[in-house]
C-alpha cells in the first residue's frame, strides 16, 4: 500500500506537470500561430423552432497546433487575453467570419453570422472600427453580423463601453447577450443596452425534462425575452426531448449538436443544402 501511495503521488505530480508544460507551452507557440496561420474558424447553425430552417450560424475559432492537435477556444482565448494577443486574434477572425459570411449570402443561402466578441477588444477601444473595417473588407452588410458578448461584460459595461455597443448598433450590427444566465446578479443592463438577442446559456438545458424548476425557470426567461422584444436562443439542443420543451415554450431559435456540430467553411454549403428539418 505503501509503494501505492508513493506512486500514486508521482502519478499525480507528472499530471500535474504535464497539464503546466501544456499551458507553458501554449503560450509559448501562441505569438507565432497567427503568422503560421494555424487558427481555423468552424460554423455550427442556429435553426429555427417554427421555421424549421438555418438561420444563421455561429462562428467559432479553432488553433490547430501542430504537435497538440485542435485545441479548443476554451485553452487559449483567456490566454490570448493575457499574453496580449487577443486584438490581432479578433481581427483575424472578425475578418475571416465576415469574408466566409459573405460568401455564404453570394451563394444564396439568407443567413446571419455570428463572432464572438472578446471584453478585451472592447476594452481597447477599437472594437467597432475592427468591425466596420471587416464589414467593408468582406462587403458584408452589417445587419447580418450578429455580435456575441457575454453576460459579465454586460454587467460592468462603462459608460465607454456602453458607447461603444451604441456605435456598433448604429453601425447596424445585431448586439447579442451569450451565456445569459450564468451567475447573473442584475438585469438593469437589460434595458439599458442595445442588446436583441439572448442566447440561454447551456447549462439551463442540461436536465430541463427531468427538473420541473429547471423547467420553469427556462419558460420565465423565454418569457422574459419575448417582452423584452428580444430574439432568444437556446443553447446546446442535445436530444428531441429539450427540442420539444422549448418549442411548446415558445423558444424560437435553436443551437445545438441536435441539429449540427461545428463544422469547416468548406463543409458549410453542404451542410445548408442537407439540412433535415425532421
Ligand atoms: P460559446 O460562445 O458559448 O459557444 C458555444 C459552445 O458550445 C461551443 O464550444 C460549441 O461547440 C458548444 N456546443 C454547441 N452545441 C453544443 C451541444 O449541443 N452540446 C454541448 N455540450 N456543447 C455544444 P467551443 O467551440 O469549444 O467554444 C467555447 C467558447 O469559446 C465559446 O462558448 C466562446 O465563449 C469561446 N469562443 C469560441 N470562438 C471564439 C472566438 O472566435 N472569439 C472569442 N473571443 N471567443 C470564442
Ligand atoms: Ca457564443
Ligand atoms: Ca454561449
Ligand atoms: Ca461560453
Redesign the pocket.
Known sequence: AKSEGKCCVRTAARAIDSAMGRRARLARDLPSALELEQFR??Y?PVVGAEERRILGI?????WDHPQLGTV???EF?SL??EEGL?VP??RW?LRR?TRDAAAVLAAGWDVMT?????VR?LQAGCLAPDVASALAEAGLPPHKLIL?I?ESVMLDAEDRLQSDLATLEAMGCVLSV??FGRGYSSLAYLARLPVTIL?L??EF?ADIESDERGATLVAGVIDLGRRLGMDVVA????NLGQLRMLRDMGCRYL????FG??VDATELSGVLAGFDPG
Open positions: 474558424m468552424v455550427q455561429e462562428s467559432l475559432v479553432r479548443p477556444p476554451d482565448i490570448a487575453e487577443i486574434l479578433q477572425v467570419a455570428s463572432v464572438n466578441v472578446s477588444h456575441e457575454t451569450d451565456d442566447k446559456d447551456r438545458l443553447e446546446g439542443v442535445e443551437q445545438g449538436w441536435l456540430r461545428p
